[in-house]
């Protein structure tokens, strides 16, 4: 019976999950931050080339070599220190596609207005009135603006995209342009004359009175500090391990709904960096990656080792197979060959092992013992390598090595136990 009632539970747990994975709006943030990741990666890249002219110019014998690396930090600025911008179009872009409008269109909508809702100033630069955007609103602190304007926007252009077709008698525009030999493009471009005209004087004219970007700031700070807490650390292990135990890969999920809050977190650690400040935040989606998911979800590669010294045979083999794709971070051949998925003996370490290691690691990280992530380093690195790019510190190396170490002594009793159901089994 009480079987029977937790299979029910999980199988209502499962398809709630499955249905908001289909929700427009995460795909959509989803898509569009997969979409900006290699500007963050190169833009980090070139801000910890900029960061090491501080090293350089202590020492006597490259004098010259600390102004060159400096200027690496224009190439920042106008990369990942304007990661709102590029975010502002490219998950504009997707709205559109899961709307079904015009992609070029509606991205090119989100990202005007996005420039319409930033707060301008009028100034006068070599004799001449100059409007002056300040580059810092297209940075981290414009995130949360960008996501929100791409939602809105994306929803009246559909909307009043719609009500046009339907003044005009349906497609009644589109099948005389077509017939006319004019390209699809351009009657899309036309058709959506009225949601541009509707909407972007629509956010100027908001833009003129209130600040959006600072009043989206304020409202969502109690979301960061929460965002930011050792509570949700151990949340977002657990639901998302759960959801990967049910077979629905939990990390895409978990990153449609908090991967564009993580990745504010690893902006601004960048922008203080770039300033030579404190960096405000602890749980960068670094954080995640290389100490917790080590080999992926559920911190499985000290298991993937484990196997290669296995006393069953098949497990042996197991571990030959996932080892090497478990170095790069990618444990499907684990979860599934294993398995993993759906297999009651190992859900305990599976969600125990990343929920410890996220808990040892806030406390490291928080108490300054290692250095906190600001670089976004490829995601296919080895998790030592990893571990010392995103941070920049030497310990972060043994911080790692020691959640590797604790994953393989929480998983090694569940791994002894599942041999001998196997060797009991093939008796």
């Not at 300040?134 to 009246?156: C, H, P, R, T, W």
């Not at 077709?165 to 493009?185: D, V």
């Not at 977002?236 to 809050?261: D, E, P």
């Not at 604790?406 to 009991?424: A, M, N, V, W």
Request: aromatic fraction near 14%; charge should be positive; charged fraction near 10%.
């Amino acid at each position: 019976m009480l079987k029977e009632n937790f299979n029910k539970l999980f199988n209502s747990f499962t398809k709630i999950v499955e249905k908001l994975s289909e929700v427009k709006y995460f795909l959509a943030l989803r898509d569009g931050m997969l979409g900006i990741l290699p500007i963050i990666i190169v833009g980090s890249f070139f801000l910890l080339l900029g960061s090491l002219d501080k090293f350089m110019s202590s020492l006597s014998k490259f004098p010259n070599i600390s102004a060159i690396l400096s200027q690496f930090m224009e190439f920042y600025r106008l990369t990942m220190g304007c990661i709102s911008l590029f975010l502002a179009f490219t998950t504009g872009y997707y709205m559109g596609k899961y709307s079904k409008i015009s992609q070029i269109s509606n991205g090119v909508l989100t990202l005007a207005s996005f420039l319409l809702g930033c707060k301008l100033s009028f100034g006068v630069i070599d004799g001449k009135n100059t409007i002056v955007l300040n580059i810092k609103q297209l940075g981290a602190d414009g995130l949360f603006m960008a996501i929100l304007l791409s939602f809105i926007v994306s929803e009246a252009h559909l909307h009043i995209y719609n009500l046009s077709q339907k003044i005009f008698k349906k497609n009644t525009l589109s099948a005389t342009y077509q017939q006319k030999g004019i390209p699809q493009t351009v009657t899309q471009a036309l058709n959506s004359l009225l949601p541009y005209f509707t909407i972007l004087p629509l956010i100027w004219l908001i833009a003129k009175f209130i600040n959006i970007q600072s009043f989206l700031i304020e409202f969502f700070k109690p979301l960061e500090k929460l965002g930011d807490s050792i509570g949700l650390v151990i949340i977002v292990n657990i639901v998302l391990h759960l959801m990967n135990f049910a077979g629905i890969h939990g990390i895409s999920i978990i990153n449609a709904v908090l991967f564009a809050m993580w990745q504010k977190f690893l902006l601004a650690n960048a922008e203080a960096v770039a300033h030579n400040t404190n960096l405000p935040f602890v749980t960068a989606y670094p954080f995640f990656q290389w100490f917790i998911w080590i080999g992926g979800a559920g911190n499985t590669l000290a298991l993937t080792f484990i196997l290669l010294i296995s006393r069953v045979k098949h497990l042996r083999n197991i571990g030959k197979v996932a080892i090497i794709p478990s170095l790069f971070n990618i444990n499907e051949p684990v979860l599934f060959g294993l398995p993993i998925v759906a297999n009651p003996v190992f859900l305990i370490p599976f969600i125990l092992s990343p929920t410890i290691c996220g808990i040892i690691t806030y406390l490291a990280i928080c108490t300054g013992l290692v250095g906190r992530p600001w670089i976004e380093a490829p995601w296919i690195f080895p998790f030592v390598l990893g571990a010392y790019l995103s941070t920049a510190d030497v310990k972060a190396i043994i911080l790692a090595l020691l959640n590797f170490i604790i994953s393989g002594i929480i998983y090694y009793p569940f791994l002894k136990i599942y041999e001998k159901q196997l060797s009991d089994n093939s008796l």
